[in-house]
């Protein structure tokens, strides 16, 4: 499967944020594992964070600290190697001193540091790690995009980042994101981490509301695993300095704001499949003719999660009786299976709830031979529609999991 290729020539340089990523050792030796990313005074920032009841210590924090600063957030603080969760109230004191170290090297209240960790569940953070490394990367502050989407990876084979503009009012305003996750993806509000700068200046209940939007389209819509992780968080900043203001009264800057945000985090969130543990497919299930959305997802996840599903798909096994399977047991009251139509790209596998008449074994199988594979179920019964994307389910997956702490 075609992995995200991302160059630093393809980020753009969001003005009023600056970024670093260095070595402080977290869990491995030589490897970036320490973030940080600066706000211009001014800047405006929204989360969103996992709905896990068991959510990390970081989670916890970098919620009461948005919560406590209103949303005028000066630094983003990023560690791998360690989720610091299942820590207790020890996270929360490690998450915070953390913090304090960042407050003391550049004066400011730690309620203004938004802290992040991924990596390993239920190991006690080396603050003492991070502390040290916060000095060289408060020195290496600059534009390197790239090198702070490669700080965040864990599992990732590769970064995920990019960049879009839009003009409105006769300006350029500039949107560029990374994210990081390839497993332990079922992100019920985001991703494992994303972060998301625009130069436009946006006040914090409207931030909110575009960043929520945005999820709810594009983290919200993809799963490898059906795991939903301990520590996802997803934020975006706007630091005014482009002097272009978006705010709900103007419908039609708005409107375009909007649109880009939406099609760059989808775009994200789409990398993060292209790169999922183990994968050698990128699968789109499109669930359409639902009564209600909900419905629709229910139907999609249904086919996105079922292992069987997922090792036919790896396998490139035209074996349509385990979607339709998936597709029963999804828990649609009042499904009327009679109704039902399938097709594998453009293929009609199923109609009327049956084998369609003229399907034929080697069209299916050319269907699933391809890396990019359409899965579409029309359950005929209203006009909802949702989209899903996932991917297939390998022995690679399997390993990378059963090794994960070594």
Same mark, same amino acid.
């Given at each position: ?147 702070? +989407? *490669?700080? !965040? ?6 970064? $995920?980042?990019?960049? @879009?503009?839009?003009?409105?009012? /006769?300006? %350029? ?95 994200? +969130? *789409?990398? !993060? ?6 994968? $050698?497919?990128?699968? @789109?299930?499109?669930?359409?003719? /639902?009564? %209600? ?114």
């Amino acid at each position: 499967m075609n992995k995200p290729q991302v160059q630093a020539k393809d980020l753009i340089d969001v003005a009023g944020v600056r970024v670093a990523a260095v070595a402080s050792h977290v869990r491995y030796a030589n490897r970036l594992d320490l973030v940080l990313m600066e706000l211009a005074p001014g800047s405006t920032s929204a989360g969103v964070f996992t709905q896990n009841a068991f959510c990390a210590a970081p989670v916890h924090v970098a919620r009461d600290h948005l919560k406590s600063s209103l949303g005028s957030v000066r630094y983003l603080l990023i560690n791998t190697g360690n989720a610091n969760a299942g820590t207790g109230k020890v996270g929360v004191e490690d998450a915070l001193a953390c913090c304090d170290a960042l407050a003391s090297a550049v004066g400011i209240k730690r309620h203004e540091i938004l802290p992040f960790s991924t990596g390993v569940i239920g190991e006690k953070l080396p603050v003492h790690k991070i502390a040290a490394g916060i000095p060289s990367a408060l020195e290496s502050l600059g534009n390197d995009w790239l090198n702070a +989407a *490669k700080g !965040i990876m864990t599992t990732d084979t590769c970064p $995920k980042a990019r960049s @879009t503009t839009v003009q409105i009012a /006769g300006k %350029t305003v500039v949107i560029t994101g990374m994210s990081k996750g390839a497993g332990m993806i079922k992100p019920n509000m985001a991703t494992m981490l994303s972060f998301v700068f625009t130069d436009a200046k946006i006040d914090q209940a409207t931030l909110q509301s575009l960043l929520q939007g945005a999820v709810d389209q594009s983290f919200n819509r993809i799963t490898v695993d059906g795991d939903t992780s301990t520590n996802d968080c997803c934020v975006l900043s706007a630091t005014g300095q482009s002097g272009i203001e978006i705010t709900k009264h103007n419908a039609s800057d708005f409107a375009v704001f909007e649109s880009a945000l939406r099609a760059l985090v989808q775009e994200l +969130a *789409k990398d !993060i499949i292209r790169d999922a543990e183990g994968a $050698k497919k990128f699968v @789109t299930v499109d669930i359409k003719g /639902g009564a %209600t959305s909900k419905e629709c997802l229910l139907v999609a996840y249904a086919i996105s999660e079922s292992p069987l599903v997922k090792t036919a798909l790896s396998a490139s096994d035209p074996n349509w009786g385990r979607i339709l399977a998936a597709v029963g047991r999804a828990g649609i009251d009042g499904l009327d299976v009679d109704k039902i139509d399938m097709y594998l790209g453009d293929v009609c596998i199923v109609t009327g709830g049956m084998l369609a008449p003229d399907y034929t074994e080697a069209q299916g199988q050319a269907q699933m031979n391809q890396e990019q594979i359409f899965i579409t179920v029309d359950l005929n019964r209203g006009e909802a529609r949702e989209t899903v994307w996932t991917s297939d389910l390998s022995e690679e997956y399997v390993r990378i999991n059963a090794s994960y702490r070594s």
